[in-house]
């Protein structure tokens, strides 16, 4: 029985990181973002405040192939639900990271609709 869980879960993670991206995207390399457009209006304030905020220190790109790809580009972990969290976390622990745990809370939950988009 768990050795079929293993299996499960390994074919989960497979799939899920192959998975077609379904996000609509506009703009390459730096100018690279999720189409505004294609935003649920419920979303549109999270979507604004990391749109402020999440491209500080780097463009919005990283976050969008991140999204895409079920991958993070810089460390290789998987970008799923619980990375999500975690990075929402890390963030907001760095010392110029500019944001609060409400902010933060928004956009992890906006992201974890970005990643369900994805999916579908
Ligand atoms: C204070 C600067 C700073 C801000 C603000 C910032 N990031 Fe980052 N981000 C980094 C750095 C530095 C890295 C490189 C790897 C690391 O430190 O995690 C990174 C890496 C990433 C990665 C790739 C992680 C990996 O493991 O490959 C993603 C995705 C990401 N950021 C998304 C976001 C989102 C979403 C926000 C807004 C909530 C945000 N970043 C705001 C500095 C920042």
Redesign the pocket.
Known sequence: MKRLMLLAALITLVTSSLAEARIKVKGRGDNMNFDPESIEATFRPAFDL?SR??I???TMG??VI?VQTGR??????P?NKQAVKA??I??LR??????NKQE?RD?VLL?NHLLDENMK
Do not use: E
């Not at 993070?72 to 972990?77: E, L, R, V």
């Not at 760095?94 to 944001?99: A, H, L, R, Y």
């Open positions: 990391m905020k999440c500080k220190c780097h990283r976050t991140s993070a580009p810089i460390t290789g972990q970008f990075y929402g890390k963030m760095k010392p110029n990271s500019d944001m933060i956009i992201l």
